[in-house]
T-cell receptor
Framework: EAEVAQSPRYKITEKSQAVAFWCDPI?????LYWYRQILGQGPELLVQ????????DSQLPKDRFSAERLKGVDSTLKIQPAELGDSAMYLC?????????????FGQGTRLTVV | LAKTTQPISMDSYEGQEVNITCSHN???????ITWYQQFPSQGPRFIIQ???TKVTNEVASLFIPADRKSSTLSLPRVSLSDTAVYYC????????????FGSGTKLNVKP
């Protein structure tokens, strides 16, 4: 069964350092999402791509976060500089949008700890 | 998108049927109701979606009344492995599906 791949699974970084996460969606899925999930809370949408274009980044802290999906396939989410409050699970998801389909497939996530 | 409200937590016993109700008073015509399940340290997993009336799959049933202002996820004969967080989402069905998660319902299944 096809899966959304994310790496790394775990990342520990020091405050003020740069950190990057990678996501490879299911082949053919045009829509890609990045979510942040703080322990005990629901996932928060950071950015949504349709192919290589950003369609929603209203919740992305643009002063320190950036996301790209250059060829419309895999994607990278970067944080620079990292802050203690960025400690969370970062989840990537993809979907094949179409009439009547609201199913997104999530990866295992990257657990970020900022020290 | 419509905000959803669901109980913070629920307890149940193995073998029982569990019903989790979600309210979405401001749901729009183009919105679908979708439920996800999440285990600790894993990404959410799609369970079921519906627009109106009743939908059933191999895992759960989803009941949606005519006014669509609420929905109920029904899990038949739960087991310990159903202990998880369940999220109710209102998803706008178009070319750019948007999924906004609330706080979810923590279901604790006891032996």
């Amino acid at each position: 069964e096809a899966e959304v791949a994310q790496s790394p699974r775990y990342k520990i970084t020091e405050k003020s350092q740069a950190v990057a996460f990678w996501c490879d969606p299911i082949s053919g899925h045009a829509t890609l999402y990045w979510y942040r999930q703080i322990l005990g809370q629901g996932p928060e949408l950071l950015v949504q791509f349709q192919d290589e274009s950003v369609v929603d980044d209203s919740q992305l802290p643009k002063d320190r976060f950036s996301a790209e999906r250059l060829k419309g396939v895999d994607s990278t989410l970067k944080i620079q500089p990292a802050e203690l409050g960025d400690s969370a699970m970062y989840l990537c998801a993809s979907s094949l949008p179409g009439q009547g389909n609201t199913e997104a497939f999530f990866g295992q996530g990257t657990r970020l700890t900022v020290v | 998108l419509a905000k959803t409200t669901q109980p913070i937590s629920m307890d149940s016993y193995e073998g029982q049927e569990v019903n989790i109700t979600c309210s979405h008073n401001n749901i729009a015509t183009n919105d679908y109701i979708t439920w996800y399940q999440q285990f600790p340290s894993q990404g959410p997993r799609f369970i079921i979606q519906g627009y109106k009336t009743k939908v059933t799959n191999e895992v759960a049933s989803l009941f949606i009344p005519a006014d669509r202002k609420s929905s109920t996820l029904s899990l038949p004969r739960v087991s310990l492995s159903d202990t998880a967080v369940y999220y109710c989402l209102v998803a706008r069905r178009n070319n750019f599906n948007k999924f906004y998660f609330g706080s979810g319902t923590k279901l604790n299944v006891k032996p």
